[in-house]
């Protein structure tokens, strides 16, 4: 079992920026691609960005292309999301996700486990 903290979250201006963490416990940090997903009232959760285990490589949604940036820290067991230039249609819960490295890493159902969420909300 691998456990999910996410934190970061909160209220931030159009134009502003937060950094979301995500800690992770339980079994090893290793081997697992980390994923960060969103979803927004009445919508169906999408995937926002996500990060290899091996080789690191970086994936992004489009519409966050260019303005986030995913890292990780596998000393630390924590994963990032760094949203700069936010937008109100950024406004969503953002859930951390880890699955098993091997099979596309954007694909929702492929992760295996789950943090909570974080409120991420961005006035105009």
Known sequence: QVQLVESGGGLVQAGGSLRLSCAASGRTFSGYDMGWFRQAPGKEREFVAAIRW??????????????????????????YLQMNSLKPEDTA?????????????????????????TQVTVSS
Request: charged share 15%.
């Open 54 to 79: 091996i080789g690191g490589s970086t994936y992004y949604a489009d519409s966050v292309k260019g303005r986030f940036t995913i890292s990780r820290d596998n000393a630390k067991n924590t994963v």
């Open 93 to 117: 819960v953002y859930f951390c996700a880890a699955k098993a490295t091997g099979l596309s890493p954007v694909v929702t159902t492929r992760y295996q486990y789950w943090g909570q969420g």
